[in-house]
């Protein structure tokens, strides 16, 4: 059974950095391309950002570009959304999700097999 565990979501001030982790049970993620949504209050969930299985290249939203960052800890098994100069815009539950095998169309949720439970950040004007 694939679990996936989202954390590090909590309170900051805007300017201010978050680092979220996902760790995957029953896969491995450098056999998954591993991505990274949120929904905020009110609003339809959004792709944030994606690395790829291969060459672990990284995708992301316009909004978050320059500003998050994905990465991935092979021997933790964990992959992790580095979020620095937050902004109130970025409150969200944030979920992580791994993608269906021989889907490469990071942004949709729909290539989407597996998803966690969802960790909350909260930017602070």
């Known amino acids: 059974q694939v679990q996936l565990v989202e954390s590090g979501g909590g309170l900051v001030q805007a300017g201010g950095s978050l680092r979220l982790s996902c760790a995957p049970s029953?896969?491995?993620?450098?056999?998954?391309?591993m991505g990274w949504f949120r929904q905020a209050p009110g609003k339809e969930r959004e792709f944030v950002g994606a690395i790829s299985r291969s060459y672990s290249i990284g995708y992301y939203a316009d909004s978050v570009k320059g500003r998050f960052t994905i990465s991935r800890d092979n021997a933790k098994n964990t992959v992790y959304l580095q979020m620095n100069s937050l902004k109130p815009e970025d409150t969200a539950v944030y979920y992580c999700?791994?993608?269906?095998?021989?889907?490469?169309?990071?942004?949709?949720?729909?290539?989407?097999?597996?998803w966690g439970q969802g960790t909350r950040v909260t930017v602070s004007s």
């Open positions: 999700a791994a993608v269906r095998p021989g889907y490469s169309t990071y942004k949709t949720a729909g290539s989407y097999a597996y």
């Open positions: 029953g896969l491995t993620v450098t056999s998954y391309g």
